[in-house]
């Protein structure tokens, strides 16, 4: 029994020296690797078909100083050929 409050006597000990040393590390919230706010990417919309993606995965097209972001390469195709005929 005593052998069992010293071993949570030095538990205690050890939290409290590690939350007094690094007191950043234990307020800090992580998710996945990344800190607590910060974005991994930012979601976009699919002028076409209003589907909602990650911009990192989209179609790229620079219209009239405007960038657009597409979920696929057809998408982006009927998106010209719409201005096209206009």
């Known amino acids: ?18 939350a007094w040393m690094l007191p950043s590390a234990s307020t800090s919230k992580t998710f996945a690797g990344k800190a607590a706010g910060e974005i991994d990417d930012v979601m976009v919309k699919d002028p076409v078909c ?6 990192r995965d ?17 998408c982006r195709d009927k998106f010209i050929d719409r201005r096209l005929k206009k």
């Open 1 to 18: 029994m005593r052998l069992l409050i010293f071993l949570g006597l030095i538990y205690l000990g050890y939290r409290t020296l590690k």
């Open 50 to 55: 209003e589907v909602y993606f990650p911009q």
């Open 58 to 74: 989209g179609v790229h097209l620079k219209t009239d100083g405007q960038d657009l972001y597409f979920c696929s390469p057809e």
